[in-house]
């Protein structure tokens, strides 16, 4: 499985942004991945999902999700993050705070999926 991909699940287009189990200098050409394929996308068309499971974040990190999260913004519809735990969850707390955007945080990636799927802000 890539680790920053689209699929589609219940007719909607979702990003996947598959950090777990990364460390920070991993990250890096991921998000910058992930950007390059948000922003590429027309104006609120995308929903997305990142899998933050046991990836290990430190301060540059969070500060390229702040600048991921900000410039996305325009091409998200909304937002899921799966395995958000202690230290992570202040991080989310930092970008979502920076980025002016919430995220809704689930257990697994089907959790994340069936938010989405039952999104009704966008046909």
Do not use: W
Not at 65 to 70: E, G, N
């Amino acid at each position: 499985m890539e680790k920053a991909h689209f699929i589609e699940h219940a007719g909607k287009k979702i990003f996947i942004l598959d950090v777990s189990g990364c460390q920070p200098a991993e990250m890096s050409p991921l998000i910058e991945e992930c950007a390059r394929q948000i922003r590429s996308q027309p104006s609120k068309s995308v929903y997305s999902v990142t899998i933050a499971t046991g990836g290990k974040f430190d301060a540059g990190v969070i500060e390229q999700f702040k600048r991921l999260t900000k410039g996305n913004e325009p091409h998200v519809i909304k937002s899921a993050v799966v395995g958000v735990t202690g230290m992570q969850q202040v991080a989310l707390m930092l970008i979502s705070t920076f980025s002016n955007r919430t995220f809704e945080v689930c257990g697994d990636l089907e959790q994340a999926k069936r938010y989405i799927a039952a999104d009704t802000s966008k046909p």
